[in-house]
């Protein structure tokens, strides 16, 4: 086949790579501490033989993959006034602890469990500094501080009950989504400098919706510009043929 | 094509999400009503490129990966279990819960269900019972001849009775308190069940610490704030809208790509 296909090819997949991307973010536009993507691609060159007329080796570029960046960048904060909604401000991520082991998340939507155990959504722990999070029958207005520390009142008199973790990574963006907005990473976590939290608050996704229905189009109209250069390529291959295979009478 | 999915995952989320709205928007005037709200999750990725994976034997790394999503889902709607504002109503069997803790009713089947709805009357039997009938527990009965009817903070019931001006103790009532509150099961009926979610229940007298305390005459109303569901519906509307914008440009992608053919 003729190499300006392919190259129209490897653009077409790129398009609905694209798009792929493009439509998780705007499926997540409400999913807390969602953070948006961007699919990322690299030119690619191949050497081929020169076609008629032409001396030297030609080269010809094909696009790739060369991944999916994440935006780190804050997410608007939401007011919930549920005493166990937490939002991140700054750097950090909340611990939870799975069946597979520690996860990361800054989905800050907490309530209690069975056993006044502080759990997520699907029921894993929220990790404190020392462990899971337990409040307990006594513990009235349960308040969380700046800094984490978490506090209450007990019979009128205060009572500190811990101190949510928050950590840090070395290296954000090699974190591996796993879905149900938690994160996995082989890296060791160091708790986080610049981190603030806000009770009763919700992170929202920073996805701007704006920002991905306009690249939503660019990529559609890119899409299309191809799809009709792989037409004219078509149509060409096609008169090439008729013409040149017409037997003179 | 993938995002043909995902969009369609994102559209069944916001749809959820509106009737959420919908539904604490319809029970605005619902005594005792506690605001709902969705939260969604991520679903599954697909790795193409997992991040950090190597790129060569120098040990470089790949700073990003290609992570592919799913799509979204609702993961829960939970209760938002904050106060609502009290309103006066001057029926003495209206009973308002000023902090944590539900009324125990007993159901017709006899089982036990809590509420926040304290809009009581009484039954031909003189029993204090809820707008369904159901008793209020532990059973408190008003004598047939009682003039007036008080109730304390701490939930103590005192009646007075005619031809006798010391008013006599009829009943006191009780508030029952849960681990976790958003665990309990709404059956509709300002009625929730225990779960195994919400932990075991625990009994104490309005006013003792933890537990909120009793105002007589006035009713709790739903915690639902207008302003904040309507801003949520069209957020909710417009984060429908785009999905299927994407919808449609994958479909018109996917419709050029069977013209090329032609």
Same mark, same amino acid.
């Given at each position: 086949?003729?190499? !300006?296909?392919?190259?129209?090819? !490897?653009?077409?997949?790129?398009?609905? &790579?694209?798009m792929d991307v493009i439509a998780n973010n705007l499926a997540n536009i409400s999913t807390p501490g969602f953070k948006r993507e961007s699919a990322k691609f690299e030119e690619y060159i191949t050497r081929v033989a020169p076609s008629e007329g032409q001396t030297g080796m030609q080269s010809v570029?094909?696009?790739?993959?060369?991944?999916? @960046? &994440?935006?780190?960048?804050?997410?608007?904060?939401? /007011?919930?006034?549920?005493?166990?909604?937490?939002?991140?401000?700054?750097?950090?991520?909340?611990?939870v602890q799975t069946p597979q082991g520690m996860r990361y998340t800054r989905d800050g939507h907490f309530t209690l469990d069975a056993n006044g155990q502080v759990v997520n959504s699907d029921g894993y722990a929220l990790q404190g500094d020392s462990g899971a999070i337990t409040i307990t029958p006594a513990d009235t207005n349960v308040h969380v501080g700046q800094d984490g520390i978490i506090s209450s009142t007990v019979n009128g008199l205060a009572s500190q009950i811990g101190k949510l973790q928050v950590v840090d990574f070395?290296?954000? &963006?090699?974190?591996?989504?796993?879905?149900?907005?938690?994160?996995?990473? @082989?890296? /060791?976590? /160091? /708790?986080?400098? =610049?981190?603030?939290?806000?009770?009763?608050?919700?992170?929202? !996704?920073n996805v701007q919706s704006v920002l991905e229905i306009s690249h939503m189009i660019e990529v559609m109209r890119a899409y299309q510009a191809t799809a009709s250069l792989s037409q004219s390529q078509e149509d060409m291959i096609r008169q090439a043929v008729t013409r040149l295979g017409a037997t003179p009478n | 094509m993938r995002a043909l999915s995902i969009a369609s995952? *994102?559209?069944?989320?916001?749809?959820? =999400?509106?009737?959420?709205?919908?539904?604490?928007l319809a029970n605005m005037n619902t005594t005792g009503f506690k605001q709902q709200r969705s939260e969604f999750q991520d679903l599954l990725y697909q790795n193409v490129m997992t991040p950090g994976a190597q790129t060569s034997d120098q040990g470089t790394f790949a700073p990003n990966g290609i992570q592919i999503g799913a799509g979204v889902k609702t993961a829960a709607t939970y209760r938002v279990t904050t106060q609502g504002d009290l309103t006066s109503t001057s029926n003495p069997y209206d009973v308002a819960i000023q902090g944590p803790g539900y009324f125990r009713i007993q159901q017709s089947d006899g089982t036990d269900g809590y509420t926040r709805a304290g809009n009581f009357s009484l039954s031909p039997q003189g029993q204090l019972v809820t707008q369904d009938g159901m008793l209020v527990q532990p059973g408190i009965a008003i004598p047939a001849n009682t003039i007036t009817v008080q109730i304390n903070a701490q939930g103590q019931v005192n009646a007075t009775v005619a031809g006798?001006?010391?008013?006599?103790?009829?009943?006191?009532?009780?508030?029952? &308190?849960?681990?976790?509150?958003?665990?309990? =099961?709404?059956? *509709?009926?300002?009625?929730?069940?225990?779960?195994?979610? !919400?932990?075991?229940?625990?009994?104490?007298?309005?006013? @003792?610490?933890?537990?909120?305390?009793?105002?007589?005459?006035?009713?709790?109303?739903?915690?639902?704030?207008s302003v904040d569901e309507i801003t949520?519906?069209?957020?909710?509307?417009?984060?429908?809208?785009?999905?299927?914008?994407?919808?449609t440009a994958a479909d018109q992608m996917l419709q050029q790509t069977s013209q090329m053919a032609a």
């Open positions: 086949m003729d190499n !300006s296909l392919l190259v129209s090819l !490897s653009q077409q997949l790129a398009a609905y &790579r694209s570029s094909f696009v790739k993959d060369a991944g999916v @960046s &994440r935006d780190l960048s804050q997410g608007n904060v939401q /007011t919930t006034g549920a005493p166990f909604d937490f939002a991140i401000n700054g750097n950090g991520y909340f611990v070395a290296n954000e &963006r090699t974190l591996v989504k796993e879905g149900a907005n938690l994160y996995s990473t @082989s890296q /060791t976590p /160091t /708790t986080a400098a =610049n981190a603030t939290i806000g009770q009763g608050m919700l992170e929202s !996704s | 995952t *994102g559209m069944l989320a916001q749809q959820t =999400n509106v009737e959420v709205i919908a539904n604490n006798n001006a010391t008013p006599q103790t009829v009943g006191q009532l009780e508030l029952t &308190r849960f681990p976790n509150e958003a665990g309990l =099961n709404a059956i *509709g009926g300002n009625i929730l069940l225990e779960t195994a979610a !919400s932990g075991s229940p625990q009994a104490g007298v309005p006013g @003792s610490p933890g537990y909120g305390t009793v105002q007589q005459g006035f009713l709790e109303t739903s915690n639902v704030n949520s519906l069209i957020t909710a509307q417009r984060a429908y809208e785009m999905n299927s914008k994407v919808i």
